[in-house]
């Protein structure tokens, strides 16, 4: 059946410091059978003193199903903007294999890889570029409590042509029920990208805490 949640986070000041930050993300997953299909999306934005310091966009589209054993197919496309690293436009699509190494009713690991397509428009260059990379991750998740779950994924993604031009990208998250459908977000995340475009840092970490409400 149907499942889905939402998350969000706001701050704003006024006086001598005016600002605003919010960040909000969906989910709306549809699962049956062996047939998984999933909707993400999320963004950010921040503004201090009229300047505008953060503004990203990510979209991920995303299918599994079920094979025999431990093993299940991964189909995805993504879209992501991120004017502050110079990204105007960037489009995935990827297909491969996950593989569940360990899982009990408490947790679970589950390792992947998906040749894909990437597609990347970069603001202040004519034209886009084209090229494939290979994506591999690793993804934990534990129950720590009756009402505490903690989430790590890590990607590594590589390009084909040349090894050492790749991008890691990970997550920590906290989820801690609060009552009811509500619960509590606090987590980590880190992007280095080691083929960054010229005045573009190659490291890009944060962390947050929001509230979120799941169906």
Same mark, same amino acid.
């Given at each position: 059946?149907?499942?889905?949640?939402?998350?969000?986070?706001?701050?704003?000041?006024?006086?001598?410091?005016?600002?605003? %930050?919010?960040?909000?993300?969906?989910?709306?997953?549809?699962?049956?059978?062996?047939?998984?299909?999933?909707?993400? =999306?999320?963004?950010?934005?921040?503004?201090?003193?009229?300047?505008?310091?953060?503004?990203?966009?990510?979209?991920?589209?995303?299918?599994?199903?079920?094979?025999?054993?431990?093993?299940?197919?991964?189909?995805?496309? %993504?879209?992501?903007?991120?004017?502050?690293?110079?990204?105007?436009?960037?489009?995935?699509?990827?297909?491969?294999?996950?593989?569940?190494?360990?899982?009990?009713?408490?947790?679970?690991? =589950?390792?992947?890889?998906?040749?894909?397509?990437?597609?990347?428009?970069?603001?202040?260059?004519?034209?886009?570029?084209?090229?494939?990379?290979?994506?591999?991750?690793?993804? =934990?998740?534990?129950?720590?409590?009756?009402?505490?779950?903690?989430?790590?994924?890590?990607?590594? %993604?590589?390009?084909?042509?040349?090894?050492? *031009?790749?991008?890691?990208?990970?997550?920590?998250?906290?989820?801690?029920?609060? *009552?009811?459908?509500?619960?509590?977000?606090?987590?980590?995340?880190?992007?280095?990208?080691?083929?960054?475009?010229? %005045?573009?840092?190659?490291?890009?970490?944060?962390?947050?805490?929001?509230?979120?409400?799941?169906?």
């Amino acid at each position: 059946g149907w499942s889905g949640g939402l998350d969000g986070l706001f701050s704003a000041s006024g006086g001598n410091t005016a600002g605003v %930050q919010a960040g909000v993300g969906g989910r709306l997953q549809w699962r049956g059978g062996p047939h998984r299909l999933r909707l993400q =999306a999320s963004g950010g934005y921040q503004e201090s003193d009229g300047v505008v310091k953060e503004r990203n966009l990510v979209a991920h589209l995303r299918h599994n199903r079920d094979l025999p054993g431990r093993w299940a197919t991964v189909a995805f496309a %993504q879209v992501q903007t991120n004017p502050f690293q110079r990204l105007a436009s960037r489009r995935l699509l990827g297909a491969g294999l996950r593989l569940d190494l360990a899982g009990d009713g408490r947790g679970t690991v =589950a390792l992947g890889a998906t040749p894909m397509l990437e597609i990347e428009r970069l603001s202040g260059r004519p034209g886009h570029t084209t090229r494939g990379r290979l994506s591999m991750f690793l993804h =934990a998740a534990r129950q720590m409590g009756p009402a505490t779950r903690l989430d790590a994924v890590v990607f590594w %993604q590589p390009l084909f042509a040349d090894l050492a *031009a790749a991008r890691l990208v990970g997550n920590l998250a906290l989820t801690v029920d609060v *009552a009811g459908s509500v619960d509590l977000k606090l987590g980590a995340a880190v992007e280095d990208n080691a083929d960054a475009p010229a %005045q573009v840092e190659r490291t890009d970490w944060s962390t947050y805490a929001g509230v979120g409400v799941g169906f």
